[in-house]
């Protein structure tokens, strides 16, 4: 794993939690692999607290288990709990896209619409990290026009378990994505809550689709990697 230095910061181990949730999901730690704490300490330049602190953030996400004596490794994960996640994250959008699509006056879906558009400008430039952040904006915008703060946060919570920038490195998503979001933000303007909701469906299904197609190809299932559960106390 190339060495990623992060500054210390009083968040510092969500953002450990973060790096290492994001290695998990999208395969590059297996079920059963065992996580160092030495060792993700040094290559994120951090102390072995703010990772020992993220570990147990992502223990009680069902991500990992602790092993007495031996430390912590990557829980096993199912295409049922890849699916789980989206399906979770879909219904809650709709429930959220329902109450938001009332809400969105001329000026929020002015700036809408350029979110769209620097959504766009980011993936013609290539530009991952350009494509992760304007996503983000664009579900922001329709998420604070819901007024729904805690479906808000739950989605929040969900969301955590994407691995975004394998998204974005992908010009076949971004095409997809793009698309979807232009119809969403017609959607919005029309009213059109059927169409919102088809857009959400269409977002989720094909975003469960290519990471469990992606894990497939990374050898997570092989049942040479098969792990068995660890309890949990």
Known sequence: MPATRLAQRPQLSEEVADHVRTRIMSGEVRPGAFIRLDET???LGVSVTPVREALLTLRGEGLVDLVP???YLVSPMSRQDVED???LQAQLSKRIVDRAIARFDAAALDNHARLVEDFEAAAVM???DGVVGA?????????RA????????????????MPYRLYAEDADWRATALEDNRRMLEALRAGDVETAHAVVDAEYSNGARLLVSHLERA????ESHDATPVARD
Do not use: C, E, T
Not at 153 to 158: D, E, P, V, W, Y
């Open 69 to 71: 004596r031996r430390g």
């Open 135 to 143: 996503q983000y904006a664009i579900h922001r915008s329709i998420n």
């Open 85 to 87: 996640i989206f399906w």
């Open 41 to 43: 300490a040094a290559a």
């Open 219 to 222: 050898g997570v299932w092989d």
């Open 146 to 161: 819901s007024q729904s703060d805690k479906l808000s946060r739950f989605l929040n919570n969900a969301a955590r378990y």
């Open 126 to 128: 290539d530009d991952p």
